[in-house]
């Protein structure tokens, strides 16, 4: 009997992960994770972008500095990850503390 709620609680917690994915993608719309010199080109498409930039760090021992970029161009959201600063000189750069990002799209950066 207990095997069967706890199957049931592990359904129920999927399926509202799952739902709070779709939500968070449905408020932010598509984002499109590119190559940091691709991001730099879509980014020259515009006179004055507004990048967000969130600067970490990744790993356990090494503690390695990544930057994070976030662009949206003509309705579209691009996002990169860099171990380098990447020189958008055209750009408006807004540096951000953190980055809130969902489960699914985290897994591709």
């Given amino acids: ?3 069967s ?3 049931a609680g592990a359904v ?3 399926v509202a992960t799952s ?3 779709a939500n968070a993608l449905a408020v932010i719309g598509p984002v499109i994770i590119v190559e940091p010199r691709e991001f730099e080109k879509v980014v020259a498409l515009k006179e004055k972008p ?3 930039e969130v600067v970490g760090k990744e790993g356990i021992l090494s503690r ?3 930057y994070v970029y976030v662009a949206n161009v003509d309705g579209l959201t691009f996002m990169t990850k860099s171990y380098e600063r990447l020189r958008l000189r055209h750009a408006y750069i807004v540096s951000g503390r953190r980055l ?3 489960p699914i799209i985290r ?3």
């Fill in 1 to 3: 009997m207990g095997g």
């Fill in 50 to 52: 507004i990048v967000a």
């Fill in 19 to 21: 739902a709070a994915a």
């Fill in 100 to 102: 809130a990002l969902p």
């Fill in 107 to 109: 897994q591709y950066l």
């Fill in 5 to 7: 709620t706890a199957a």
């Fill in 64 to 66: 390695r500095i990544v």
């Fill in 12 to 14: 129920a917690g999927a």
